[in-house]
């Protein structure tokens, strides 16, 4: 049986967010890089820009924008995240629709790209574009942040189960393909609520999986200074403790997710 008040983006938020802890996370990182509070900040491919509102939430001077060229997301994002904040948070939320690879971002000392959304540019060109683009609008003390994942398991097809008891469903990461020639992959992301059928490709993701030194090559082609990369710590059962410091060694483990630290 499936009903039709089906909130896609609060499934999504529920099993690939937490946008408090993220924000948290983006306002120290900067703190650590450059030893001032950040006051301008923005997302891009930002959705429903939930991160967004709570940066907004973390300090009463910090401005953030987003920019996102799917107006679903944002117009859902203005009537559940946008419309929970009080009066000054909300006036200090700067959300357009556009598209990342178009010159006049908003200008910010920190930008940044969550959930590997900069995946879906396959040439190096067109990569390289967006990420000048990003150099062009930082400030001079500029800092961009993005997410980057990989590990012996995207290197096939598989899908992976996540329980989510206390909600009343499970969130399904699929990868349906893996091209290793060309390193293209096809995800889907499905759901299944308690006692109700399978909901298949809600979200659907038709990527390039990046390396780390790629990237890193291509952030110093368009003329980021410094490169840093944030790797995850273990706990004592040896998984990942969310903890993530700067290091120059990796653990090579089956799945792994790393921020990557670009300074101008
Ligand atoms: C994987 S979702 C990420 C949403 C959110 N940032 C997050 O962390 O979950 C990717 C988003 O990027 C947007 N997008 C894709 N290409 C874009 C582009 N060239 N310019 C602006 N937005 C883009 C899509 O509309 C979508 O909302």
Not at 11 to 17: I, P
Not at 45 to 54: D, L, P, Q
Not at 161 to 169: L, Q, R, V, Y
């Amino acid at each position: 049986m499936v009903t039709s008040d089906f909130d896609k983006y609060e499934y999504y938020k529920k099993s690939v967010q937490t946008p408090d802890v993220e924000a948290q996370f983006l306002v120290k990182t900067f703190k650590d890089i450059r030893g001032t509070d950040v006051k301008t900040c923005r997302e891009d491919f930002c959705g429903t820009f939930a991160v967004s509102c709570e940066l907004a939430k973390l300090d009463p001077q910090l401005n953030v924008y987003g920019v996102d060229f799917d107006n679903e997301p944002i117009i859902y994002g203005n009537e559940t995240n946008l419309s929970l904040l009080s009066k000054n948070e909300k006036a200090r939320v700067h959300i357009s629709n556009g598209d990342v690879l178009e010159s006049g971002l908003p200008k910010v000392e920190l930008a940044f790209a969550l959930n590997f959304s900069y995946f879906i540019f396959k040439e190096r060109a067109l990569l390289k574009q967006y990420f000048q683009n990003v150099y062009n609008s930082l400030e001079n003390n500029g800092v961009f942040l993005m997410d980057c994942f990989g590990g012996s398991e995207c290197y096939e097809a598989n899908e992976e189960e996540t329980d989510h008891e206390d909600d009343g469903f499970s969130y399904f990461w699929d990868q349906d393909s893996y091209n290793p020639i060309t390193n293209e992959a096809q995800f889907y992301i499905h759901f299944q609520r308690d006692g109700e059928t399978k909901r298949e490709k809600v979200f659907s993701y038709d990527w390039r999986l990046w390396s780390i030194p790629e990237l890193r090559d291509i952030l110093t082609d368009v003329g980021f200074k410094k490169t840093t990369i944030y790797w995850e710590g273990t706990d004592e059962n040896g998984e990942g403790d969310g903890v993530y410091t700067p290091t120059e060694q990796g653990e090579d483990c089956e799945s792994w997710v790393a921020y990557i630290i670009a300074s101008k």
